[in-house]
């Protein structure tokens, strides 16, 4: 048997409790009871803060939702398409330990740990999801933002297509990142691929390479600004 230390033990314990306060948003205690084989009540205490599952339990609790394809069918569920085409993917930060395990997933079939420097994002709803992937690989974020924070600093600039008729600028600080960093790019939603065209740019214009890109949500099919690169897309909807 592995050993666990007792400061592991004692994490894994209160994930598999925060967990389960997770799912109760979205599920009844009877609901949960089928899917774990834990009686009700006991469920209920957990959830409560009465009591605390077993070190046994909380792994058991945690090897159940880290399930790539419990974990898709639950998110897929929050992910919204509004009538106008806007995919409203924020109800997924209702799930924070939920939505990293999901990551964890991914990120771990993408890379290695060692294969990447940084992880990008560009100041827009992706971020929350970049911070993730930043905790979960320990590694420095880097964020674009469409604004100079100070005339004073020097910024790596490339132009962004936002409409037919409206073009914008990303700015990344020079001081943040080094020729040769090795990039992971993460955002929330892909459409045509303009934005992460536009951010691959910027990075080349600092001589960094970008070695992966994370897409929470987007359609392949739909992609016409991205020829050469591989992009991992979580729900292609």
Wanted: net charge positive.
């Amino acid at each position: 048997m592995i050993k666990v230390s007792k400061d592991k033990e004692i994490r894994n314990r209160l994930l598999a409790i925060d967990i389960l306060r997770e799912l109760k948003n979205s599920y009844t205690y009877k609901e949960m009871s089928e899917i774990f084989g834990i009686q009700e009540t006991l469920i209920c205490r957990y959830v409560n803060g009465n009591t605390v599952p077993s070190d046994v339990q909380s792994m058991e609790i945690i090897s159940k939702v880290k399930n790539k394809e419990f974990l898709l069918k639950f998110f897929r569920n929050k992910i919204k398409v509004l009538e106008d085409g806007y995919i409203d993917s924020s109800q997924l930060l209702l799930y924070p330990n939920l939505l990293k395990l999901l990551l964890e997933l991914y990120l771990t079939k993408l890379m290695q740990k060692d294969a990447v420097d940084k992880i990008f994002s560009i100041a827009t709803n992706g971020v929350p999801f970049a911070t993730i992937a930043s905790l979960i690989l320990d590694k420095p974020l880097l964020i674009a933002k469409k604004h100079k924070d100070s005339i004073n600093l020097e910024y790596y600039e490339e132009s962004l297509k936002e409409t037919d008729s409206v073009v914008n600028n990303i700015y990344l600080r020079k001081d943040l990142i080094k020729k040769n960093d090795r990039i992971l790019i993460v955002d929330d939603v892909i459409k045509s691929g303009k934005t992460i065209s536009s951010s691959i740019k910027l990075l080349q214009k600092a001589g960094a390479r970008v070695v992966g890109i994370l897409v929470l949500v987007g359609n392949l099919d739909n992609i016409k600004y991205l020829k050469d690169e591989s992009i991992q897309v979580i729900f292609n909807i």
